[in-house]
C-alpha cells in the first residue's frame, strides 16, 4: 500500500489490510457521530479506509430504517415515517453530506468564477441556493420513502446509503482535488483498489438486501448522479472539494431511492 502526505494526489491505498478493524475505525467516526468502542492507532488519511465506506454507509442506512419502521409501526403516514427516517440518518452522520451539497449549491448558484465559487463554500452561512437544494434533496428521498411500506424502506435504506458512500472514493480518484487544502484534500487519493473495493461492497450489500435488479439499478443510479455531481464541479471549479464529495454523496442517494422507487413502481 502506498502511504502519502495528504496534500499530495498520489494513492493511498484503500483496499483492506491487516490494520482492517482501525480502517473501519477511522471510516466510522468520520463518517457518523456515533462513538467508537477503541482507540483508533491508524494516523493515514482518510481515503485509505475507503473499502468501509459502504460498510459504515449500510449501518446508517440501517438506523434511519429502523426509525421508519418504528414510526410506521406506531401508525404515523408514510410521509412523517419518511421524515423521522431522514432526521435519523442526519443525526447519525451530524448532516456531514447534507453540509457539503448546501454550500455546494451557495458557491455553483451565488459564485460568478471559480475563485468566487470556492470561496462562498467555504462559508458556513448557508443562502438561498442551499435551503433550496436541501429541501429538494429532503422532499424526494421522503417522497420516494413515503411509496414504500416498511420492510421496502428498511432494506432500501440500507442499500442506497451504501452506494452512495461507496461511489465516493471512485470520484475522489478519478477528479483533481480543486483546493490546495481543505477536507477533501486532507482525505487523500484513494488507489484504485480503494476506489474497487469500495465500489465492489457496495454493489454486493445492494444486491444482498434488495432482488438483484432493483440493487444494480440502485447501484447504477448512485453512480451516475455522483458521475454527474463531479462533471459540474470539474467545470465550475476545476476538481473536487469535501463539499462535492459530500453533495455527490446526497446526489447519489436520492437518486438511488429514486430507482428503488420506481422499479418497486413497475
Given at each position: 500500500?502506498?502511504?502519502?502526505?495528504?496534500?499530495?494526489?498520489?494513492?493511498?491505498?484503500?483496499?483492506?489490510?491487516?490494520?482492517?478493524?482501525?480502517?473501519?475505525?477511522?471510516?466510522?467516526?468520520?463518517?457518523?457521530?456515533?462513538?467508537?468502542?477503541?482507540?483508533?492507532?491508524?494516523?493515514?488519511?482518510l481515503m485509505a479506509a475507503s473499502w468501509a465506506f459502504p460498510l459504515v454507509g449500510a449501518l446508517v442506512g440501517l438506523i434511519s430504517g429502523v426509525a421508519?419502521?418504528?414510526?410506521?409501526?406506531?401508525?404515523?403516514?408514510?410521509?412523517?415515517?419518511?421524515?423521522?427516517?431522514?432526521?435519523?440518518?442526519?443525526?447519525?452522520?451530524?448532516?456531514?453530506?447534507?453540509?457539503?451539497?448546501?454550500?455546494?449549491?451557495?458557491?455553483?448558484?451565488?459564485?460568478?468564477?471559480?475563485?468566487?465559487?470556492?470561496?462562498?463554500?467555504?462559508?458556513?452561512?448557508?443562502?438561498?441556493?442551499?435551503?433550496?437544494?436541501?429541501?429538494?434533496?429532503?422532499?424526494?428521498?421522503?417522497?420516494?420513502?413515503?411509496?414504500?411500506?416498511?420492510?421496502?424502506?428498511?432494506?432500501?435504506?440500507?442499500?442506497?446509503?451504501?452506494?452512495?458512500?461507496?461511489?465516493?472514493?471512485?470520484?475522489?480518484?478519478?477528479?483533481?482535488?480543486?483546493?490546495?487544502?481543505?477536507?477533501?484534500?486532507?482525505?487523500?487519493?484513494?488507489?484504485?483498489?480503494?476506489?474497487?473495493?469500495?465500489?465492489?461492497?457496495?454493489?454486493?450489500?445492494?444486491?444482498?438486501?434488495?432482488?438483484?435488479?432493483?440493487?444494480?439499478?440502485?447501484?447504477?443510479?448512485?453512480?451516475?448522479?455522483?458521475?454527474?455531481?463531479?462533471?459540474?464541479?470539474?467545470?465550475?471549479?476545476?476538481?473536487?472539494?469535501?463539499?462535492?464529495?459530500?453533495?455527490?454523496?446526497?446526489?447519489?442517494?436520492?437518486?438511488?431511492?429514486?430507482?428503488?422507487?420506481?422499479?418497486?413502481?413497475?
Amino acid at each position: 500500500m502506498t502511504q502519502t502526505d495528504p496534500g499530495q494526489d498520489v494513492p493511498v491505498g484503500g483496499g483492506p489490510t491487516a490494520r482492517w478493524l482501525d480502517e473501519l475505525g477511522l471510516a466510522y467516526v468520520f463518517l457518523t457521530r456515533l462513538p467508537w468502542p477503541r482507540s483508533i492507532a491508524d494516523t493515514r488519511p482518510l481515503m485509505a479506509a475507503s473499502w468501509a465506506f459502504p460498510l459504515v454507509g449500510a449501518l446508517v442506512g440501517l438506523i434511519s430504517g429502523v426509525a421508519f419502521a418504528l414510526a410506521d409501526a406506531v401508525g404515523l403516514p408514510g410521509g412523517a415515517a419518511a421524515m423521522i427516517a431522514l432526521v435519523a440518518a442526519a443525526l447519525v452522520t451530524g448532516a456531514l453530506h447534507e453540509d457539503g451539497l448546501a454550500d455546494l449549491a451557495d458557491g455553483f448558484g451565488g459564485g460568478r468564477d471559480a475563485e468566487a465559487k470556492r470561496r462562498i463554500m467555504r462559508d458556513s452561512r448557508i443562502g438561498t441556493y442551499g435551503v433550496l437544494a436541501l429541501v429538494l434533496a429532503v422532499g424526494l428521498k421522503a417522497a420516494c420513502l413515503a411509496a414504500m411500506d416498511a420492510d421496502s424502506a428498511v432494506l432500501a435504506l440500507i442499500a442506497t446509503h451504501a452506494v452512495a458512500r461507496g461511489v465516493v472514493p471512485a470520484l475522489t480518484r478519478a477528479l483533481p482535488f480543486a483546493a490546495g487544502d481543505g477536507v477533501g484534500r486532507g482525505a487523500g487519493k484513494p488507489g484504485r483498489d480503494g476506489a474497487l473495493w469500495a465500489a465492489g461492497i457496495a454493489l454486493a450489500l445492494a444486491v444482498f438486501v434488495l432482488p438483484a435488479g432493483i440493487g444494480i439499478a440502485a447501484a447504477l443510479a448512485a453512480a451516475a448522479a455522483a458521475g454527474l455531481v463531479g462533471a459540474l464541479a470539474r467545470r465550475q471549479i476545476g476538481g473536487v472539494t469535501g463539499d462535492v464529495l459530500g453533495a455527490a454523496e446526497q446526489a447519489a442517494e436520492a437518486a438511488a431511492l429514486a430507482a428503488v422507487a420506481a422499479y418497486l413502481a413497475l
